[in-house]
């Protein structure tokens, strides 16, 4: 047996009295006390410090001599950025053999969607409204990333975003919380798995804890502030459907909440995340976030910013390097216990043991794995399933969709029509042009080779200025004109807000040419946040929102333009008309002058409608469905009981097609004010022309239950409206009354 594996044995049994569960954990419990007696503080902080991996020439991930020594002497004890099995097996081999207790390090990667099979961005993945799906999806990247040597990914983000001008809302699952909540859970079931110290499961991280989505203006890293109210009704649930999954690491925001930077936040850190929720994970922060407390205004230098970390309950420092450095003293000079340091080196401890680190440290890594793993033929399958059931269909005006493929002609034009590097969407980790079907091999693929095709950019993403003229000679001898639109892969994401959310540079005029010409038009966006596109809904015949779908985007596109894949998804946020309606959800509050067409002072603008473009949840197909018959199981309940709600859903179209029928709630009268409807619960069915289905869902106590002026969850008494349809303003309705 070698060294490391010794030094964390201890010779006292565990009472056989207790559960195999319960006693597994007492077990880890005193050989991390153990190990704990042994370290040195330098030691224990060093497990607190992450650190990234440098990179060679050849792409390979690696130690500098200089880090390499701090792990030796057991000052790091995580590193980020690191990946390939010969790579991370080299760097772990350092940790456990050449550093004097043989503590392994825990590899963190940002494996957002896809490590090398890409599947669709998050928020498009939300589109599909689909959990099971998304959790497939979380499954398939946490088998080719450990294949690569890594243990836990920077995922899932689950911040609400009501603002499509900050870039990060292509992160998440948009603006609602009970949708953000089920892909939240879903995303860490798929991450971790049955169990953890699997070899193909990888730790969650769930982030950025808290608020960060709400950031004023859409500007990335801005201020936040809200009420407790709103962080609770709102911003929470996600993280605390995320810890309930199982969840073994949340990361802490850059923002501040009300003043107080989420770093340095004990109320969220410790008394909600540990105290009201039972979290017993470890929290890491962002990037230097626990540094960037000096910047806040909150710490006067690298001392008073790690003390604030550290007594919050932010456990492990990324990349500032202050509890490595800076740390140590602080315990010496008493400014910090050495028992919160303990505390939450045995977080860090605990799930390294929970990831059977210390019983392989290599976790079963090889090079033969990881190529059998990585692009394999069932992950290539998973992934166009999940980019065709992402793709909402915006319009289709005269039912020009789906495209025949006895087509002679189409005129395929726009910067994004036979770009790979863009359907990878941000944060695509180890994913490759190479390996994308563009949207033009998607259709050359799709169509007959005596079908013609011709292909041109007609301008890129952000010109100022454009040449149409091939274009427009292309779309004159073409039955069918498909333009390719939208945003290239860095316009959304990390550090990429924008002031406007129009189509960039010159598109807007190639597509009104386009249209000029009387040729049938679709269009084709792919995009990363919601776009103000008036112009085209009012005068594109058919639309098709994409977002960014990865490796199989081009595949996935063409089924759904020449009917192979009948469109299903729903929007997970709200199209605004312009950028001056935002913020913009549907789950908005009444005021004391709600908007009405003839009174002058009510709520509303003077130059546009309240309403959006496109509202929650909505989405066509290429069938028609019909709502009726909606009923509740009793007029009248109490507290306590649970409602049956059932409404008849019948395909009126000629084609079989999916519906995602949806349920809102409205408490009517409360003690403090309601939104104008909620999200309670969705089903998605599938129906034949003609058929017809009953479709039921159960609404629980808790679905009626809010937070009163105490702050305190309770039911109030009174009247409560039922919202059933396909999607949030397309609805039917009844009532009940809890007594």
């Not at 005021?591 to 130059?607: C, F, I, N």
């Not at 007029?635 to 409404?647: A, C, F, N, R």
Request: hydrophobic share 40%; net charge neutral.
């Amino acid at each position: 047996m070698i060294a490391w594996k010794f030094a964390i044995l201890v010779s006292c049994a565990v009472l056989v009295v207790v559960s195999p569960l319960r006693a597994q954990d007492a077990l880890v419990d005193r050989r991390i006390d153990s190990l704990l007696h042994m370290m040195k503080l330098e030691e224990k902080c060093g497990q607190l410090n992450q650190i990234p991996a440098s990179w060679s020439p050849e792409r390979k991930s690696h130690l500098t001599d200089e880090d390499a020594a701090l792990v030796r002497k057991g000052l790091v004890g995580s590193l980020l950025n690191a990946s390939g099995s010969s790579s991370v097996r080299e760097i772990q081999r350092i940790a456990v053999e050449e550093s004097r207790l043989h503590i392994p390090l825990i590899i963190g990667v940002d494996i957002i969607h896809g490590y090398r099979t890409i599947f669709p961005v998050p928020l498009a993945e939300a589109s599909s409204w689909d959990p099971a799906l998304v959790e497939q999806s979380a499954r398939v990247a946490a088998i080719e990333a450990s294949s690569a040597g890594i243990h836990w990914t920077f995922a899932p983000m689950v911040d609400i975003a009501r603002d499509p001008r900050w870039g990060r809302i292509v992160e998440g699952s948009g603006e609602d919380p009970y949708l953000g909540s089920l892909m939240a859970a879903a995303r860490v079931r798929g991450f971790q798995g049955k169990r953890l110290s699997d070899s193909s499961s990888i730790l969650a991280c769930a982030k950025h804890f808290a608020a960060y989505g709400g950031a004023e203006a859409g500007r990335d890293y801005n201020t936040v502030d809200v009420s407790e109210r709103t962080m609770r009704e709102v911003y929470l649930r996600p993280f605390a459907a995320a810890v309930e999954a199982g969840a073994g690491s949340l990361m802490s925001s850059f923002n501040e909440i009300s003043g107080i930077p989420s770093s340095a936040s004990r109320w969220l850190m410790t008394d909600v995340l540990r105290k009201e929720w039972g979290f017993k994970g470890f929290v890491v922060s962002d990037w230097t976030a626990i540094e960037e407390l000096i910047r806040h205004g909150v710490a006067a230098d690298r001392g008073e910013a790690g003390k604030l970390a550290i007594d919050a309950g932010v456990d492990l420092d990324m990349v500032s390097r202050i509890y490595m450095k800076e740390l140590p003293e602080l315990v010496r000079s008493g400014k910090v216990k050495e028992e919160v340091v303990d505390e939450s080196v045995r977080r860090v401890l605990r799930m390294k043991f929970k990831l059977g680190l210390f019983d392989d440290p290599y976790r079963g890594i090889n090079e033969e794995r990881e190529k059998r793993s990585i692009l394999a033929e069932d992950h290539l399958r998973k992934a166009l399933i999940s980019a065709r059931k992402s793709i909402v269909l915006l319009k289709n005006d005269k039912n020009l969709l789906p495209l025949s493929k006895k087509i002679k002609t189409v005129a395929l034009i726009g910067p994004l029509a036979d770009d790979a590097e863009d359907m990878l969407g941000g944060w695509h980790a180890s994913g490759k042009a190479e390996n994308v079907v563009t949207i033009l091999q998607g259709i050359k693929n799709a169509l007959p080779s005596s079908a013609k095709i011709l292909y041109t950019h007609g301008c890129g993403i952000e010109d100022s200025v454009g040449n149409f003229s091939d274009a427009l000679d292309k779309v004159r001898q073409a039955e069918v004109a498909i333009v390719a639109l939208g945003e290239n892969e860095r316009m959304s994401g990390e550090a990429a807000s924008r002031a406007t959310c129009d189509l960039p540079g010159v598109q807007s005029e190639l597509l009104q040419k386009i249209v000029a010409t009387g040729v049938p038009t679709v269009l084709i966006l792919t995009n990363g946040r919601p776009l103000t596109i008036t112009w085209p809904a009012a005068h594109v015949p058919a639309i098709l929102e994409t977002w960014f779908l990865g490796v199989q985007a081009g595949s996935a596109i063409a089924d759904v333009l020449f009917g192979d894949e009948n469109p299903s998804g729903k929007l997970p946020v709200t199209f605004p008309r312009s950028v001056g309606q935002i913020p913009l959800y549907y789950n908005n509050k009444n005021t004391g002058r709600p908007y009405a067409e003839k009174d002058h002072y009510t709520s509303k603008y003077l130059d546009m409608p309240n309403t959006p473009l496109f509202p929650f949840g909505y989405g066509l197909s290429y069938t028609s469905f019909a709502y009726s018959d909606l009923k509740v199981s009793s007029p009248t309940i109490s507290s306590k009981d649970s409602l049956k709600v059932t409404v008849r859903v019948a395909n009126t179209g000629s084609r079989k097609g999916e519906e995602v029928v949806q349920l809102y709630l409205r408490d009517d009268v409360a003690s403090v004010t309601r939104p104008v409807k909620e999200l309670k619960r969705f089903a998605r069915i599938t129906l034949e022309p003609g058929a017809s289905q009953s479709v039921s869902f159960v609404l629980y106590p808790d679905d009626l239950s809010m937070y009163n002026l105490e702050l305190k969850k309770v039911i109030e008494p009174g009247t409560f409206t039922v919202f059933v349809g396909t999607n949030s303003e397309d609805v039917m309705e009844t009532k009940f009354e809890v007594k």
